[in-house]
C-alpha cells in the first residue's frame, strides 16, 4: 500500500482526496494546507489528519501529491524529492523554466518517479481516439472558459493552453520549428486570452485559441491527417472520425463522393467512448508506475517540454505588446 499526502486542498485537491479514498493501492495519511478555513473544513468532511508542517508529513508518505498553487509547486518538489518521495504534481510542473530545469536535474539523479497532472492525456474521449493512427499535419484547438479568479496567478498560457501544448507535443513526433503569437491582458496583468500557430520541422501546423473570459465553455481540438480527420471533444466528452472508408470500417455511416481521382467513400463514426474518470486513472496509473517501476505516462520532461513552449510563447506575447 503506497502511502499518499495531499499538498493543498483547495478546489483540485479536494478531487484528488475523493479519488485517493477510492484508489486501492493507496492509502491517505493525511494532508498539509496552510489555510485554516479550508484545512478545518477538509479534516471535518474527510477525517483526516491535518499537519501543521510539511515536512512530517513528507517524512510520514511514499508519495507526494502537490495541488497547491503553481508558485509553491517547486519548494514542495524539491523538497519531496530530496526526501527520496515519489511526486504527483499538478500542472504547469513549476513556475519558471529555471524551477522546471532542476526538477527534471534532481528527479534524473534520484530514485523517484514523478508525474505531472496534464490530466486531457486520460480524458476519455481522446482516449477513445487513441486506438487509431493518429498523425496529425494540422490541427486546430479551441480552449475556452468563463472568467473565475482562481487560476489567474498565470496567464492563460500556463493555466490553460498548457493542456493543448502537451497533448500536441505528445502526438507530433517532430521538433518545433516556429511559434507566433498574440495575447491580450483584459482581467489580469497576465494575458487572458490568445490565440498561437506552432510549426513543427514535418509540416504539421497547430493553432491554438485559449480564453478565459469567454462566455461560454468550449475545449475541443480537431487533428487533420492524410486520411482522416479527428474530432474530439474534451468537455462533452465526444469524439468523432471521418475518413476514407476501409473493410475494417463496417459500422461507420458511409457514403460515396465523386473527386477528380474517381469514386470515393467517406466512413463517419463516433468511437465508444469509455467511462473513466480521468483524475482516478492518471492517479492510478502514478502508483502502477511505482510499484511496477515502469516510466510514469506524463512524465518530468513531458511538463518541462510544455512549459518550454508555454515559455517561448509569452514571451513572444510580451515582446509583441512592448513592439506596440
Ligand atoms: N489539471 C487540471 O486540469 C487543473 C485544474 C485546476 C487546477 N490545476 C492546478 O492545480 C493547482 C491548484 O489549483 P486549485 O484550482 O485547486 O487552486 P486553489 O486555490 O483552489 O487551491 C490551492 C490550495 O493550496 C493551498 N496552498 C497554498 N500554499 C500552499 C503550500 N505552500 N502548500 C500546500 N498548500 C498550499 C491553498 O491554501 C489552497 O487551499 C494549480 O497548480 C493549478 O494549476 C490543474
Request: a neutral charge.
Amino acid at each position: 500500500m503506497l502511502k499518499v499526502g495531499v499538498f493543498g486542498t483547495g478546489h483540485l485537491g479536494k478531487f484528488h482526496l475523493n479519488n485517493w479514498k477510492e484508489i486501492k493501492t493507496a492509502e491517505l495519511v493525511g494532508f498539509y494546507d496552510p489555510n485554516d478555513d479550508i484545512a478545518k473544513e477538509v479534516s471535518e468532511k474527510y477525517q483526516l489528519v491535518r499537519f501543521l508542517d510539511p515536512e512530517t508529513l513528507m517524512d510520514a508518505c511514499d508519495i507526494v501529491d502537490i495541488v497547491a498553487p503553481t508558485p509553491q509547486h517547486f519548494t514542495l518538489c524539491e523538497k519531496a524529492i530530496r526526501k527520496g518521495k515519489h511526486v504527483f504534481v499538478e500542472k504547469p510542473l513549476a513556475n519558471t523554466m529555471e524551477e522546471a530545469r532542476e526538477l527534471v536535474q534532481l528527479v534524473r539523479e534520484s530514485n523517484v518517479k514523478l508525474q505531472v497532472g496534464h490530466v486531457e492525456r486520460f480524458n476519455p474521449a481522446y482516449l477513445a481516439v487513441k486506438s487509431i493512427p493518429l498523425s496529425p499535419m494540422f490541427i486546430e484547438v479551441h480552449r475556452l472558459a468563463q472568467f473565475n479568479p482562481r487560476g489567474t496567478e498565470v496567464s492563460v498560457i500556463l493555466d490553460l493552453m498548457i493542456h493543448d501544448i502537451d497533448i500536441i507535443l505528445s502526438l507530433v513526433k517532430s521538433e518545433v520549428k516556429s511559434i507566433s503569437s498574440s495575447g491580450v491582458a483584459v482581467m489580469t496583468d497576465t494575458p487572458d486570452i490568445a490565440s498561437v500557430r506552432i510549426e513543427f520541422n514535418n509540416g504539421c501546423v497547430a493553432n491554438l485559441t485559449s480564453s478565459r473570459i469567454s462566455m461560454k465553455k468550449m475545449r475541443k481540438m480537431r487533428l487533420f491527417q492524410k486520411d482522416a480527420y479527428i474530432g474530439i471533444d474534451f468537455l462533452n466528452k465526444k469524439a468523432e472520425i471521418i475518413k476514407l472508408k476501409t473493410p475494417q470500417d463496417i459500422d461507420a455511416f458511409a457514403f460515396d463522393i465523386e473527386t477528380p481521382n474517381g469514386k470515393k467513400t467517406i466512413a463517419l463514426s463516433n468511437p465508444s467512448v469509455p467511462e473513466v474518470n480521468a483524475i482516478k486513472m492518471e492517479l492510478e496509473k502514478f502508483c502502477e508506475a511505482i510499484l511496477n517501476n515502469t516510466p510514469t505516462l506524463v512524465s518530468e520532461v513531458d511538463g518541462f517540454r510544455a512549459m518550454d513552449i508555454a515559455h517561448q510563447i509569452i514571451n513572444k506575447i510580451k515582446h509583441n505588446t512592448i513592439n506596440t
